[in-house]
């Protein structure tokens, strides 16, 4: 598998007078990607046929927003507003190939195309200064487009299909000072396939799999977060999640998954963290968190067979994951990090009857940088180091 990726991105940012911003951010992404598969094509298995898959893709957007405060009083409303929008262009190729070795037949061609459209709006208003009060929209317009350019086969897959929705949110926090602050969150989301998920198809056909819906869930989060000392901070979150259609993959057809929607899932639990600095220079921290991610209504038919998996995990999510972290700051503007994660036993198969065992004693992954700058620029070069003791581990 050989990616290469350049990515470029600009953002300019004006204050005006009585705190009033305007930002613009524009971005460009080119990648390439040449993947052999092992997944055998439609047109015939053997011991050294796979697919060949390659992806020239370009990517653009530019967002723009701006906030000012709703009135000239210290406890005015903040509001801010904007929108996205953003394209993308895959030119995927699928081959037939001989032992990771593409040949001249041609599997797919296509042209695949995405256009984003988001406007959105935000109001922070704190009433009473131990009272904050946040409130959010945004309204998503997405269009997938697909030409197919493989017509040899008499089939011409090229077609489109748009989705869109809007989102909201609520929250209340609630400060006392600083050793207690306590929070409630409500949110709905709205997440639409990519174009892998859309490609990809049980039949092996071009176009896009005009079965697959976007998932769209409603969350809820309660929790508090605070400071006892100067040296010691703490986080804790209890959260439920709700989706429905929820975006899952089924099986796999000759090495290659495909996807479908399961009808809802329940994605709750609760998370906890710590960090304490004992001495100035070293900053310790620890999280874990539970997760009690299952199918609340899923079914797959197949001919006359019904599999109802309702209230099993879903696959690939542990119940159970800590993570330690260190942070040490060295002379001359270097700092060391280190990070041990643990993670429990995951389902490999909705069915659950496939489990992976947990990591054992974890993984454990480090970094060595530093921070300095030269006038107005700023570097901030790093040594990376994953899985230092060369673990197994699940990604």
Known sequence: KDVQQQQLSLGVKHVGPGGGEIAVTVFGVLRNLKNPLAAPPPSGPGPTIGTYVTIDRAVGGIRVSGSRMLGSGARAPRLTAGADVQGMRDDRQNFRADG?????????????????????????WSPDERLLVSGGARYDWVRFDVTDHHLSDGVDNSGARTNSALSGSLGLSWSEGELFIPYANVSTSFETPTTTE??????????????????????????????????????????LGRIKDAIVQQQEVGGRAYFVNAGKTHNDGAEIGLTVTPVNGLTLSGAYTYAHYRFADYKIVSGTVVDTLDGNRLPGVPDHFWRFGLRTALPRGFYLDADHTIASSV???????????????????????????????????????????????VG
């Open 347 to 393: 389902a490999a198969d909705d069915a659950n009857k496939i489990i992976v065992d947990s990591w054992g004693v974890g993984v454990t992954n480090a970094r060595l940088g530093w921070g300095g700058g030269a006038g107005t620029v700023s570097f901030a070069p790093f040594l990376g180091l994953n899985n230092v003791w060369d673990r197994q581990y």
């Open 198 to 239: 859309l490609v990809n198809q049980p039949n092996g056909s071009g176009g896009f799999n005009d079965q697959l819906k976007p998932q769209r869930a409603v969350s809820y989060e309660v929790g508090a977060r605070g400071r006892p000392t100067a040296h010691v901070a703490y986080s804790v979150a209890f959260f």
């Open 100 to 124: 990771g070795v593409p040949t001249d037949s041609v599997l797919l061609d296509q042209r695949e195309k995405v256009t984003e459209f988001g406007p959105f709006a935000q109001v922070l």
